[in-house]
């Protein structure tokens, strides 16, 4: 993805992500069951809104969670082919030493970096982080330095990484808005690796069977969660990003994603994001307003080669509305007049404003989906003579 169409993305997201602010204000929302968790965020992937949320700006220890952005630039490296899924790499004296979760891995091993990936994931070790942290960028404070880089770029405000595993350490914080940020980034530009998430057990032959199975108690009791992370600390408390993806009419998957930090215990934590995630099916319907690479309008065009362009989004529409309100819903383009040649495809031109009723929910910015190039000089002629006319 270039850097132009990354930061058109991270517009749409971010406006995504203010949804509820000026949705809440404006129409009467579903209030989301009461959460016994320091902080909590409710996001439905799919519309890219958030649902619900409770203290999502406030600092916390991400704890193990943190390896979600460790994975994030193991997925980049493995994606430009910095390194391979079978590529073995070596396990540092500080690897075998990192105190907390473990894979139990030595300096003795040489294990493919895809085994690393599943001990980080699964079974939450620490030294299977800093072993691929040394692996992708030479050191570990080189990785991190790559981490807090990569927070700025992806629009995580409010995150400082101290390290790649999550323990304790001093400006080591994130938030519930920017873990949603991250989460959402990692399944849409990673698609091929969230499998990992799902899986329940793991052990790299060699070591003891303790600690082989994955500590998201979801997977366990929810076949339609996916994944993501646990995370655990005494200051963080127990945190989990769980997403979850169910199939509905006419719209097809549906991906929601809670992140909830500061839960009491294990079980507690599932018990509450469990609750965050049905509420959040069941309080809102979701509505496809038009499919990826669909034309919502056709405007003409001046001075190209094609006489109209082609508006819409790369991806599909979808928005999610309070259950059984989708008849209220209205939309309206707004765009630049008149239209003038050329165009680039992904250029974004205009937004589609969705209203329900008369009052204002928000709006999506409309891209084109066809370039048009310039017409010659003698079609730009004509069409300036029309336009002083008109």
């Known amino acids: 993805m270039t850097s132009i169409r990354m930061n058109k993305f991270l517009k749409y997201l971010t406006c995504g992500l203010l949804v509820i602010a000026a949705y809440g204000a ?16 409710l996001m439905d992937v799919t519309a890219n809104q958030v649902l619900a949320a409770k203290d999502p700006d406030m600092a916390v220890e991400p704890a193990s969670l943190t390896k979600l952005m460790t994975a994030y630039l193991v997925f980049d490296a493995l994606k430009n082919r910095k390194i391979e899924l079978q590529q073995k790499l070596s396990v540092s004296e500080r690897a075998w030493k990192m105190p907390g979760s473990r894979m139990f891995i030595d300096p003795n091993m ?50 400082g990484y101290k390290n790649p595993e999550g323990l304790t350490a001093p400006g080591h914080t994130t938030t519930a808005r920017d873990l949603a940020v991250l989460a959402t980034r ?42 993501l992370k646990t995370g655990h600390t005494q200051a963080a408390g127990y945190c989990l990003v769980a997403s979850a993806k169910r199939d509905f009419p006419n719209v097809g998957a549906r991906r929601l994603l809670s992140v909830v930090l500061g839960a009491d215990s294990e079980n507690a934590r599932a018990n509450e994001s469990q609750k965050l995630l049905n509420w959040g099916y069941s309080a809102f319907d979701a509505v496809k307003l038009f499919d990826a690479n669909q034309a919502v309008v056709t405007p003409s065009v001046w001075k190209g080669k094609a006489p109209v362009l ?81």
């Open 26 to 41: 404006q129409a009467q929302m579903p209030q989301p069951p009461a959460l016994a968790v320091k902080a909590y965020l």
């Open 110 to 159: 040489k294990v493919p970096v895809e085994d690393l990936i599943k001990g980080m994931i699964v079974q939450s070790g620490n030294d299977a982080t800093v072993a691929l942290a040394e692996g992708v960028a030479g050191s570990v404070e080189r990785f991190v330095q790559r981490m807090n880089d990569q927070a700025v770029f992806l629009g995580m405000h409010s995150t």
């Open 186 to 227: 990692l399944m849409r530009d990673f698609p091929e690796y969230v499998p990992y998430y799902a899986i329940k057990k793991y052990r790299y032959d060699g070591t003891p069977a303790a600690n082989d199975t994955n500590r998201n108690l979801l997977l366990f009791r929810d076949a339609t969660v996916d994944g």
């Open 310 to 390: 082609k508006l819409g989004a790369l991806r599909p529409l979808v928005v999610a509305v309070p259950a059984g309100s989708a008849a209220q819903l209205k939309t309206q383009v707004v765009r630049p007049d008149p239209l003038v040649a050329p165009f680039t495809k992904g250029q974004s031109v205009g937004s589609l404003k969705l209203f329900q009723g008369d009052k204002a929910l928000f709006e999506v910015p409309l891209v084109v989906l066809e370039p048009v190039e310039q017409a010659g000089i003698w079609g730009r002629a004509w069409d300036a003579v029309r336009l002083w006319i008109k």
